[in-house]
C-alpha cells in the first residue's frame, strides 16, 4: 500500500487535525510534506464541508450550511523538481470511502446528496426547486442505495471532485479580478455571480501569523473550476486515470479533496454527487517544460478512467435551448438545453411516483451522463442526458400500459 502522507482523523474538523490542510487556492499556503518524481502516495481526506452534514431524515443541515468553510483540501504536497511552466503528470491509483469504519462522518459507510437552497449555493435547477433537500446513500462495496430514493440501485464511479495545483501570485490576482467584475454586474444576486475572498472561516494549512491573514484576504474561493483544475467534478476522473496539471509555483503545491462515491454529468443539484470523505492513492512525473510543449496553458488535460459501471440500457432525454416558461428561443446555449433535458427526465420520474425533488437527487447522483448532442444547427442547442436503467427495481421504460405509479417514499426535508 502506498504511504499516507496526509492523514485525516474523521472524528475531528480539518482545521484540528495534527496537519490541517486549506480551504483557499493560494500560492503561499505552505506545503506539507515533499515527494518525489515516480512516488506512490495516500492521501486521506474530509468530506467537503468538514462534515456539517448528517446521516439524518431532516435536510435543516443542508440549509444551514456554512459555505466559507468549504472545500477542505488535503495538502499541498510538494513535487521536488516542479518549476512554472513544466506539466504534472498525476496518477489516480485507487480511492475510495474511509476504509474499515463506520461512524458519523460522510465517507464511514455512508454518504449524501443534497439540494442547495435558493439562497444559499443553489443549483443547475434552483429557480424550480429553490429550497433544500437531501438524500443518504449507504455504500455496499461499489454499490449504493437510499433510504430516501427506494427502487433505485447504482454502482459508483469514484472519483475526486477538486484536484489542483497552486496558482501563482498573477494568475489568483487575475482569478479575483476578473471574478469580482462579474460580481459587480449584479452585486445583489441571488444565488450570487461568484465568490469574492474573504477571511471567515479561511483555513491556510500549515500558515501562520501576517502569511495566514494574507491568505484568508486575498485566497480564491474553491468552489469553481480554474486554470489550476479545482472543483471540476469530472465523474470520469476516476481509477486509472492520468491528469497533466499546468504547474505555476515551484513545487507545484498538489492539493485534492471533495471525494465522490458516484455522480452524474454536470452535478447538476450543486451538491449532487455522493459527497464522502476517504482515501486517494496517487502516483506523480513531471515533464520538464511541458506547458510549452504541448500548449497545456491554462487548463489540465487528463485521460479518463478504465474502470466505469457497465451499463448498457439508457433511457435518454433531449433538451433545447428555450426556455420552458417564458418559451424565449437562447441562441446555442448549451445551459439553456441541458437544462431543459434534466427538466424533461424530472418530469418523466415523477410519472412513476417520484416526486421532483427524489428525481432531482436522483439526476445529480446516479452515474448518469449528459452530452452536447447539437451545438451548430442554428438557433436551438441541443442536450441529452441518459440514465440507466438498470438502477432501477422496476421497469421504467415506457409502454403501451403506461407508467406503474408506486409509493417512493420521501427524500429529507426541511422543517
Request: with cysteine; net charge negative.
Amino acid at each position: 500500500m502506498p504511504e499516507t502522507i496526509f492523514t485525516v482523523d474523521q472524528s475531528k474538523s480539518m482545521r484540528d487535525q495534527t496537519v490541517p490542510g486549506h480551504n483557499r487556492w493560494h500560492p503561499d499556503v505552505p506545503v506539507v510534506t515533499m515527494v518525489r518524481p515516480g512516488q506512490e502516495f495516500r492521501l486521506e481526506c474530509r468530506e467537503w464541508t468538514d462534515a456539517q452534514l448528517g446521516n439524518n431524515d431532516s435536510a435543516n443541515d443542508v440549509r444551514d450550511v456554512d459555505l466559507t468553510r468549504a472545500h477542505m483540501l488535503s495538502g499541498p504536497i510538494g513535487i521536488e523538481g516542479a518549476e512554472p511552466g513544466d506539466l504534472l503528470i498525476v496518477d489516480i491509483l485507487d480511492l475510495g470511502p474511509v476504509p474499515q469504519q463506520v461512524g458519523e462522518a460522510p465517507g464511514q459507510g455512508w454518504g449524501y446528496t443534497g439540494v442547495f437552497s435558493k439562497n444559499n449555493g443553489g443549483g443547475f435547477l434552483t429557480d424550480y426547486f429553490p429550497d433544500s433537500y437531501k438524500a443518504i446513500w449507504d455504500f455496499h462495496g461499489q454499490q449504493a442505495t437510499s433510504r430516501h430514493l427506494p427502487g433505485i440501485r447504482h454502482t459508483g464511479i469514484t472519483h475526486p471532485g477538486l484536484f489542483g495545483t497552486a496558482p501563482s501570485a498573477e494568475l489568483l490576482q487575475r482569478w479575483n479580478r476578473r471574478e469580482q467584475a462579474l460580481i459587480d454586474r449584479d452585486p445583489n444576486r441571488v444565488p450570487p455571480l461568484g465568490l469574492p475572498p474573504t477571511p471567515q472561516n479561511a483555513l491556510g494549512g500549515m500558515a501562520t501569523g501576517e502569511a495566514a491573514d494574507r491568505i484568508a484576504r486575498e485566497g480564491a474561493r474553491t468552489v469553481p473550476a480554474r486554470e489550476n483544475g479545482g472543483n471540476q467534478d469530472i465523474k470520469n476522473l476516476t481509477r486509472g486515470s492520468r491528469v497533466f496539471f499546468p504547474v505555476f509555483v515551484n513545487d507545484a503545491k498538489l492539493s485534492a479533496g471533495d471525494l465522490h462515491f458516484s455522480q452524474g454529468d454536470g452535478e447538476i443539484t450543486f451538491c449532487g454527487a455522493i459527497e464522502m470523505g476517504g482515501f486517494l492513492d496517487l502516483h506523480v512525473d513531471v515533464i520538464k517544460g511541458g506547458m510549452e510543449k504541448y500548449g497545456i496553458t491554462t487548463n489540465p488535460m487528463f485521460m479518463p478512467g478504465n474502470v466505469e459501471p457497465r451499463y448498457s440500457e439508457f433511457i435518454s432525454f433531449s433538451g433545447v435551448s428555450v426556455d420552458r416558461e417564458t418559451d424565449e428561443n437562447h441562441y446555442m446555449d448549451a445551459t439553456v438545453a441541458y437544462r431543459r433535458a434534466c427538466l424533461n427526465a424530472v418530469e418523466y420520474f415523477k410519472r412513476w411516483g417520484f416526486s421532483g425533488e427524489q428525481a432531482y437527487l436522483l439526476l445529480g447522483s446516479a452515474p448518469v451522463e449528459g452530452r452536447i448532442s447539437g451545438i451548430v444547427d442554428i438557433p436551438n442547442a441541443c442536450c441529452t442526458i441518459y440514465v440507466p436503467t438498470a438502477i432501477f427495481d422496476f421497469d421504467v421504460r415506457p409502454t403501451k400500459d403506461g407508467p406503474v405509479r408506486a409509493d417512493r417514499g420521501q427524500c429529507a426535508v426541511t422543517s
